[in-house]
């Protein structure tokens, strides 16, 4: 019986990979570099060197999805119940460096809620009312632009002439 994670031999050797990391990380409550994670994963399962080799990518893709692990960057894993949310902070290659603080608080404190003021709710609302405002004055500039006030005037005076005519129509009939 392996002693570190309280195992039959017989159960290690089932366990998909991935689950047994996510074991050995819960009991050593330490974070490894993938390589020694590996190798102390490969030594529990009795892997030879050439199963070795041909597992390390696909454990190493498996870890890195599992959303139950996290880098620390430098190649570094640990899982990601150990740190706070709060402590993330993005590193310039991408890789996220957490502080390492343990998270036994899965309640919500009011400060974790988020306030609509915290993305701008209300500055959304006027910069639309502006841009709205800036549209319907472009519309008028364009509508102004097609005609200039002589030709307006000038359309005003046929149209009034015209119904000046059809009154008349109307009267002799």
């Not at 030594?43 to 599992?66: C, F, P, R, S, W």
Request: with cysteine; charged share 45%.
């Amino acid at each position: 019986m392996s002693s570190l994670l309280n195992l039959e031999p017989e159960h290690i050797k089932e366990m998909a990979m991935v689950d047994l990391a996510y074991r050995f990380l819960t009991e050593t409550k330490k974070p490894y570099t993938f390589n020694e994670l590996f190798r102390e994963l490969s030594q529990l399962k009795g892997l030879t060197e050439e199963e070795m080799k041909g597992l390390i990518a696909q454990i190493y893709t498996e870890i890195n999805l599992d959303g139950r692990f996290l880098c620390l960057g430098d190649n570094q894993w640990g899982l990601k119940r150990w740190y706070l949310v709060e402590a993330q902070e993005e590193t310039a290659e991408g890789a996220l460096r957490r502080n390492k603080y343990l998270d036994d608080d899965d309640d919500f404190d009011d400060e974790d809620l988020i306030e609509d003021d915290d993305y701008g709710i209300d500055d959304i609302g006027d910069e639309l009312d502006r841009i709205a405002e800036e549209e319907d004055e472009e519309e008028e500039e364009e509508e102004e632009e097609l005609y200039d006030d002589d030709e307006i005037e000038d359309m005003d005076d046929e149209e009034a002439e015209e119904s000046e005519v059809e009154d008349e129509d109307l009267d002799t009939k």
